[in-house]
Structures are given as C-alpha cells and as structure tokens.
C-alpha cells in the first residue's frame, strides 16, 4: 500500500467516517495530527500533497473549502477543511462509479470492426484531409511544369 492510500485510510476511518455519522456538513484535519498518529517522521510533504489532492477528495466524496498554513503549503500546521458532501461516497459507490466507467470499455469494437478496425480508419481519415501546405506545394508544381 502506497503512502498516499495509508494516508487516505487513516484519514477516512479517523475523520471522515465519523464526521459523516455525525451529520457533520464540514471536517477539519490538521497535516500534523495525521502525521503524529501514523507515528512517521519526516513524512509531512506526503501528508499535505494527499490532503489536497485532486484523487483524495474524489474517492473520499470531499470538496476541499479552504487550507490555511505557510505558503510552502508543507508543514505540520496545515489545516484542511473540506465539505462532506450530502450522502457521502462510501467505498461501494466509488466502486459503482468505476465500474460504471470500465463498461464503457470496448464501447465502439463493433463499430471500428465494420470499418475496418480503428487503424484503417485513423488511416483513411488522414487520407482525406487537406492540409494549406500541400495544397500550395501542388500549386507551386503546377507553375513551374507550365513555365518548362
């Protein structure tokens, strides 16, 4: 398990999952809290990049509201507050999002093997395209063969 996923565990069964059974509208976590309880050291950068990934809040159902600390944005004064959304996204609806996205998957097999598979039709496509460049090239043949 990578670090980002350790720290995303932690955080949903420490924070998040108990905001969300309390109705809470809003949690705040704190880069240093997170970082004291997993007990590392020197792993702060890694703390603060997840909490404010785009992913972490995908797959934890959070709006990141604001986040207050140094400019650097790395330090164990950190503090992020998020917005829980109204149902939450539980484990099983993100595995019910990307399992909705995978059947998309293979969506236009039928379609491209009627062409000819997506090669040869990538292939005729660019045949039929007419480039400014080649069209002035011709052009420029054309004179000089009229002019010899």
């Not at 650097?72 to 998020?82: D, F, L």
């Amino acid at each position: 398990m990578s670090l980002s996923e350790q720290i995303q565990q932690h955080v949903r069964v420490t924070y998040i999952d108990p905001a969300r059974k309390r109705g809470d509208p809003t949690v705040r976590i704190k880069a240093g809290d997170v970082h004291r309880e997993m007990h590392w050291t020197n792993r702060v950068p890694s703390v603060c990049t997840t909490l404010g990934s785009q992913k972490f809040q995908r797959e934890t159902g959070l709006e990141l509201v604001s986040k207050q600390g140094p400019p650097s944005g790395y330090s164990t004064t950190a503090v992020y507050t998020y917005r829980i959304s109204g149902s939450g996204a539980s484990s099983d609806e993100i595995k019910s999002r990307s399992s909705k996205f995978d059947a998309l998957y293979g969506i236009l097999s039928d379609v491209y093997r009627e062409l000819g598979g997506a090669e040869n039709f990538i292939r005729s496509e660019r045949e039929q395209l007419h480039f400014r460049k080649e069209e002035d090239e011709r052009a420029a043949k054309g004179n000089k063969e009229d002019e010899g």
